[in-house]
């Protein structure tokens, strides 16, 4: 979208040093106050909140670097039709994915009551997405403007759209626009964003959900790329492997951006009938979107149904679990993968509940070795996934290990492992070797950052205990 400014917000006052920030040796690896490309005090006064009450230095000082990191480093704010608009880059790839900057900014939602200038960024991305899946509901990624081609793949087929950074299907790039909305709503009580571009999005998100239920075995959408990885390409001339339908929706891809091996992915299934659930919540309760709700609550009777059907199976292990893929002729993929949704954070996206013994045997599965992409070296254990392939654990599946756990153990090891696998950057990576913390993928990823600090906020809340002990 054209619009989409440097802006941020006005200069702030100075405010006073926190108690770590007194004692602390470690430089901060935040950018200076006047090059961060947004600034909240209620954030800033947070941060030195929570680093007070955080006894390990090195900890304090990985919260500080982390939670804020997408604000720091990826907004990019300005207007678009008369409204706010908030374009956030994945960190170190300059392009918008619908998924990562809805989970980017999921940290700083608890505050947005608290700083209307934090609200309006936050909105200005809900009116981002609305216009992103207007212009195309298939796509998984976006350019800042409409006029913009990407060059990064310029030989995909077919070709995408101007504006579309990369055309992958994926069910949980349309599950994570809801899902913002919502919780903005939730916190703010706000309406004004659900204007006719929201609704037409909306209406948009359910129809193309249907479609890709391919009843009739067909869909609109194929995708073909020219790579030497093989999940960078969908089967069969970018149509996917044979399936029979089910009522759940296909996934072309996963949220990894890996091609499914199986077209019915179970997280992401999931996923879609907790916000089809949510978006029924919204329309009713701001009486919009009369010819919507019904469409969608059809929708999510039909995919929890297949969910029941086609999704639980017996493991040889484990006894009943959910499975990762499946295509209704039969056949089920027992893995799980780093990248969320996942089979492990389905209670942290609510769409299973956490004490259901169907998610706990699934979680045993997950974090055990009959999980082919679960790896344990000498420097840590975690899931990892084809996208950066074997032995190599992301730490984004180490923090939510954490915060999808009830054991104080087990929580406290993932605080160690996460400790000790940074490689001495104070960031989170996209992945490290397993016996290697050195080896690692993406020294910038934000979401990864603000998920590290979505686990020490658990921790302060769940276990503040844990925060006062010292680990390395």
């Known amino acids: 979208m054209v619009g989409v400014t440097a802006a941020a917000t006005a200069v702030l006052p100075s405010i006073p040093l926190s108690s770590f920030a007194k004692r602390s040796a470690i430089p901060s690896k935040r950018p200076p106050a006047d090059e961060r490309r947004f600034r909240s005090e209620v954030i800033d006064n947070y941060i030195q909140d929570m680093q007070g009450k955080i006894a390990d230095e090195t900890l304090a000082w990985m919260f500080g670097n982390c939670f804020p990191n997408t604000l720091d480093t990826t907004v990019f704010q300005g207007t678009y039709k008369d409204k706010p608009d908030t374009f956030v880059i994945t960190g170190d790839i300059h392009a918008c994915w619908l998924r990562d900057s809805s989970a980017q900014v999921w940290p700083y939602m608890d505050f947005l009551t608290q700083d209307e200038n934090l609200a309006a960024m936050v909105k200005g991305l809900i009116n981002r997405h609305s216009n992103s899946v207007n212009l195309d509901p298939y796509a998984n990624a976006f350019c800042m403007d409409e006029e913009s081609f990407c060059a990064a793949f310029p030989d995909d087929m077919p070709r995408a759209k101007n504006g579309v950074f990369e055309r992958k299907w994926e069910v949980d790039s349309l599950c994570y626009v809801i899902r913002l909305s919502h919780r903005y709503w939730k916190e703010t009580k706000d309406t004004s964003f659900m204007d006719n571009d929201w609704l037409l999005a909306m209406d948009t998100i359910v129809e193309t959900f249907k479609t890709e239920q ?259």
């Open 214 to 472: 391919r009843k009739d075995g067909k869909t609109p959408y194929s995708y073909s790329r020219c790579s030497d990885r093989m999940t960078d390409t969908s089967f069969a001339s970018g149509l996917g492997r044979p399936f029979h339908p089910t009522g759940a929706i296909c996934s072309s891809f996963r949220p990894s951006d890996d091609s499914t091996m199986w077209n019915f992915l179970v997280p992401s299934n999931l996923f879609a009938i907790s916000m089809l659930k949510k978006l029924e919540e919204m329309l009713k309760s701001a009486g919009k979107g009369d010819d919507i709700i019904p469409k969608a609550r059809t929708l999510r009777e039909e995919v929890e149904k297949a969910m029941k059907e086609y999704a639980v199976v017996k493991h040889r292990h484990f006894g009943k679990i959910y499975c990762y893929e499946f295509d209704g002729l039969g056949n089920h993929n027992f893995m799980d993968d780093a990248n969320v949704p996942s089979l492990l954070s389905a209670s942290y996206l609510d769409a299973l509940d956490h004490n259901d013994h169907l998610y706990k045997n699934t979680r045993k599965f997950a974090l055990s070795d009959k999980n082919g992409w679960f790896f344990k070296g000498t420097a840590a254990e975690g899931i990892g996934g084809p996208h950066t392939g074997y032995n190599k654990i992301w730490p984004m599946s180490i923090a939510m290990r954490g915060i999808t756990s009830d054991s104080e153990k087990e929580v406290e090891q993932c605080i160690k492992y996460l400790l000790t696998t940074h490689d001495n950057t104070g960031f989170m990576h996209e992945s490290f070797n397993m016996d290697d913390p050195s080896d690692y993928t993406r020294e910038w990823f934000a979401w990864a950052n603000g998920l590290f600090g979505e686990f020490i906020i658990h921790i302060s809340r769940k276990y503040p205990h844990l925060l006062k002990k010292k680990y390395v």
